[in-house]
Nanobody, 122 residues
């Protein structure tokens, strides 16, 4: 069992930045971020491969968000040029089995954090 704890969410004005962090209680391989706005499905935001040599982003965040690893148990999501439509609960996800590539579907992840609220005001 791996527990994931997100931090860094909050309220920010449009055009601002936030950095989310996710700490895992154990070794994690592929990691990713998803988000879910009220009444909408959980969407892929960003993912990073187990070997940390590949990343992937959802179309709506490309060029604005950046995912990185601090170590085997830590992942970050740097969010710049935030827009009101980025408002959502952001979830960290992790896979504790080694797999190639970047996971972009929520079904590929076995562990999830509780989520952190990000609210962008216009």
């Amino acid at each position: 069992q791996v527990q994931l704890v997100e931090s860094g969410g909050g309220l920010v004005q449009a055009g601002g930045s936030l950095r989310l962090s996710c700490a895992a209680s154990g070794r994690a391989f592929r990691m990713g971020w998803f988000r879910q706005a009220p009444g909408k499905e959980r969407d892929f935001v960003a993912g990073i491969s187990a070997s940390v040599d590949s990343t992937a982003y959802g179309d709506s965040v490309k060029g604005r968000f950046s995912i990185s690893r601090g170590n085997a148990k830590l992942v970050y999501l740097q969010m710049n040029s935030l827009k009101p439509e980025d408002t959502a609960v952001y979830y960290c996800a992790a896979d504790t089995a080694f797999r190639e590539g970047v996971g972009i579907r929520w079904e590929e992840y076995h562990y999830w954090g509780q989520g952190t609220q990000v609210t962008v005001s216009s």
